[in-house]
C-alpha cells in the first residue's frame, strides 16, 4: 500500500494529546493507501482481548463454506451430549446462533462475571456447561465470553485440528497475517480473548471485511457470511453509558449512523479502547489500541475514531 499522508491534516497537539490518553497504535487504511503511528515507533504484537470475538466470528463462516459446519441452526447438544440430560429443558435450544448473538439464556451476569471465574476452574467448558439458564434461548443478550469459548470447542472437534493451526491455514496466511499467538485451556483455544497479533495485522481482517471477503482476488470469507454476521440481531449494549459499545451481531458490535451522529460501520472491540472499525460508506479501516485504564476509558479510543480521524474521511 502506499502512504496516506494524514501528517499535514491533523492538528500539530495529535500526538500529544494521544499519548496523554494512552494510546498505542493507530493504523488506518484507506482506498488503497495506509497511515500508522505508534506510540514507540513500532508495531508489536499485542492482546486483542474481546476482539477476537470477531475473528472467531469469521473462522465459524469459514467452518460453514467449507462443509464442517452444516450452519448456525445447530443445537448446541449435537456437541456437547451431555447437555440433553439437563434438568432444564431450555439448554437444549441452545443453537449456535443464540452463541454467536450473546442470547444463548445461559446465567451469565453483564460484563462478563462469570468469565473470571471460569479461568480459576480447570475443565472450562464443564464450568460453562453446568451454569443455570437465567433466559429462554433467543430472548435476552448477555455478553458472555463462555458462550464464545464453546463456539472454540466446536470448531475445534469439527475441524479435528488446533484452532490455530485451522485459522492459519484458513485464513491468517491468505490475507498477510504473520505470526500470531492464541492461549488455550486443555487444547481448546480461548473463543473470547487471548489472540495476540499486531495493529496493522488486525487493519487486514477489518480490510477483508470491507472488500467482501476477496484478499487479491481470492474469495477467503463468503460475502453473504460478513453481511450476516454485521447485520443487527440484538440492541446489545447500545444503551450503555459511556457509549463504547454497541448494537449486536454475530460476535461483532454495530453502530447505526442514527446512534453514532457520524455514518453506519461495525467494529471489533476490546476490553480498555481496543476497536477495529470497517466504515464501509467511507471505504476506511481503523485499529486503534490503548493502553489499559478501565473498561470505561474506552471512550477516548471512541472519541478519537470519531471527532479525529472520522471527520477528516466526511
Known amino acids: 500500500m502506499t502512504t496516506l499522508n494524514l501528517n499535514a ?8 494529546k494521544w499519548i496523554a490518553w494512552q494510546m498505542k497504535n493507530v493504523v ?5 493507501l495506509e497511515w500508522e503511528w505508534h506510540e514507540r515507533g513500532r508495531d508489536a504484537a499485542h492482546a486483542l482481548y474481546s476482539c477476537t470475538k470477531s475473528i472467531l466470528s469469521a473462522l465459524i463462516g469459514i467452518a460453514i463454506e467449507q462443509g464442517q459446519l452444516a450452519g448456525v441452526e445447530l443445537p ?26 450473546m442470547t444463548s439464556g445461559i446465567d451469565w451476569p453483564d460484563f462478563d462475571k462469570p468469565y473470571w471465574q471460569m479461568r480459576k476452574t480447570a475443565d472450562w467448558i ?13 430472548s435476552t443478550f448477555s455478553y458472555n465470553s463462555g458462550g464464545s469459548h464453546l463456539l472454540a470447542a466446536i470448531l475445534t472437534q469439527v475441524s479435528a485440528t488446533d484452532l490455530l493451526d485451522y485459522a492459519r491455514n484458513n485464513l491468517f496466511a491468505k490475507v498477510g497475517i ?3 499467538a492464541w492461549k488455550s485451556n486443555q487444547g481448546i483455544c480461548e473463543g473470547g480473548a487471548d489472540l495476540f497479533m499486531n495493529a496493522k495485522n488486525l487493519a487486514r481482517m477489518g480490510l477483508l471485511y470491507l472488500q467482501e471477503g476477496v484478499w487479491l482476488g481470492e474469495r477467503v470469507l463468503s460475502q453473504s457470511w460478513i453481511r450476516e454476521s454485521t447485520k443487527i440481531r440484538t440492541k446489545g449494549l447500545t444503551h450503555y453509558e459511556p457509549k463504547i459499545y454497541g448494537q449486536y451481531g454475530y460476535h461483532w458490535w454495530i453502530s447505526p449512523k442514527e446512534d453514532n451522529g457520524y455514518v453506519d460501520y ?15 460508506k467511507l471505504n476506511i479501516v481503523v485499529v486503534i489500541r490503548k493502553g489499559l485504564a478501565g473498561r ?4 477516548l479510543s ?10 477528516t474521511f466526511m
Do not use: C, W
Open 28 to 32: 488506518i487504511f484507506h482506498d488503497g
Open 296 to 299: 470505561n476509558h474506552a471512550i
Open 302 to 311: 471512541r472519541e478519537l475514531f470519531h471527532h479525529e480521524i472520522l471527520k
Open 126 to 138: 464443564d464450568y460453562i456447561l453446568r451454569r443455570p439458564m437465567a433466559h429462554e434461548p433467543g
Open 266 to 280: 461495525f467494529f471489533a472491540f476490546g476490553y480498555g479502547g481496543q476497536y477495529l472499525f470497517v466504515v464501509p
Open 9 to 16: 491534516i491533523l492538528p500539530a497537539s495529535t500526538e500529544e
Open 178 to 180: 504473520s505470526s500470531p
Open 76 to 101: 448446541l447438544s449435537s456437541f456437547f451430549p451431555r447437555i440433553i440430560d439437563d434438568l432444564d429443558e431450555r439448554k437444549r435450544l441452545i443453537t449456535i446462533k443464540h452463541l454467536l448473538t
